[in-house]
């Protein structure tokens, strides 16, 4: 399988390619504020806003840095309510912002194993496989945003609908 790898202070991580819709180069993103501090905002993509999660103030609590290697990773979001009665028709976007997203590798399913440790609080990270350079561990684009949070970014109906 192919993977996006980017790193979070040093530490590489991968995301499955095929959940990826682009990769774009880094980008204002308009703060929102009323949402948790990994929300970094909103970016405009082909004239919808699309929610940013910064992924290194989600794991490691301080805001992506901009670097030359930073980009916002556009996925489609892909938890449990996603495909909800009630679910948009449309698969609803998010972007991920990621520092060093800049290469991808193949890595087949099966090199993948259980860490040994338990992450509740990041149930995004998945399994790591080992190669010459260490460790890489699988992001689980899924498990992002957990079902507060979702409902934040994609209010079924959406929250201005209705408004006078």
Not at 98 to 111: D, G, K, M, V
Request: charge should be negative.
């Amino acid at each position: 399988m192919l993977f996006l790898v980017f790193e979070l202070d040093g530490e590489r991580y991968a995301l499955d390619a095929r959940e990826i819709a682009h990769v774009l180069p880094l980008a204002p993103v308009r703060a929102f504020p009323g949402t948790p501090a990994y929300i970094a905002g909103v970016i405009d993509y082909e004239g919808a806003p699309v929610p940013v999660v910064d992924l290194p103030m989600l794991a490691l609590g301080r805001p992506a840095r901009t670097l030359m290697s930073t980009r916002l990773v556009l996925v489609y979001d892909g938890g449990a309510e996603a495909g909800a009665a009630g679910a948009h028709a449309s698969p609803r976007r998010l972007a991920l912002l990621l520092e060093s997203a800049t290469r991808t590798q193949s890595i087949a399913p099966e090199r993948f194993a259980e860490g040994g440790i338990a992450t509740p609080e990041a149930r995004w990270l998945g399994p790591v496989a080992r190669d010459e350079r260490g460790f890489v561990q699988w992001v689980k684009v899924a498990q992002l945003l957990d079902a507060r949070v979702r409902a934040l970014l994609f209010p079924d109906p959406p929250s201005w609908q209705g408004a006078s």
